[in-house]
């Protein structure tokens, strides 16, 4: 039997089927995106990066936190849940209500807060991708930067992570 991560690899790719990274045509596969939040989620254990697989399987497909349940169990579904936008018009309700969420977990449920880390984190980086940078995109992250970490930041979860993020964004303040 293969092991969780691998299943929810595999499974995250298969959901998101032709879906892009990015919107052109010559844009990489959703999986790229993926496995960079993986990979950086994977030195903080086995849950976090299986959640990282599937951190947008129920806001970018068909795909329900129910059969998320079936395939991976509750503790998973309830970790993807959290990472899910809920599907508001207005931008800054859909923040406000995703940093409402995030502030509010505790315990086990503070592994969703290693993976969203690592989901903004992997943005940034391919944002500021020399060449290819994405100024919108850029100037989006950092204008939700301090709400982010004050909802999402927990002394000592996976601190590297936030270093990384503000050290981009305080480049963006001084570049």
Known sequence: MKDLVS???????????????????????????????????????ELAETVAWLHDVIEDTPTTEEEVAAEFGDQVARLVRFLTDEKVKDKAEKVRRRNGKLAALSGDDTVALVVKAADRLANLRESMKPGEKNEKMILKYGGEHLGLRAAAYRPGLCDPIWRELDAFVERLGSG
Do not use: C, F, M, T
């Open 7 to 45: 299943h929810a690899r595999d499974w995250a790719i298969e959901k998101h089927g032709n879906q892009r990274y990015g919107n052109s045509d010559d844009s990489p596969p959703y999986a790229y995106h993926l496995g960079a939040v993986a990979a950086i989620a994977a030195p903080y254990g």
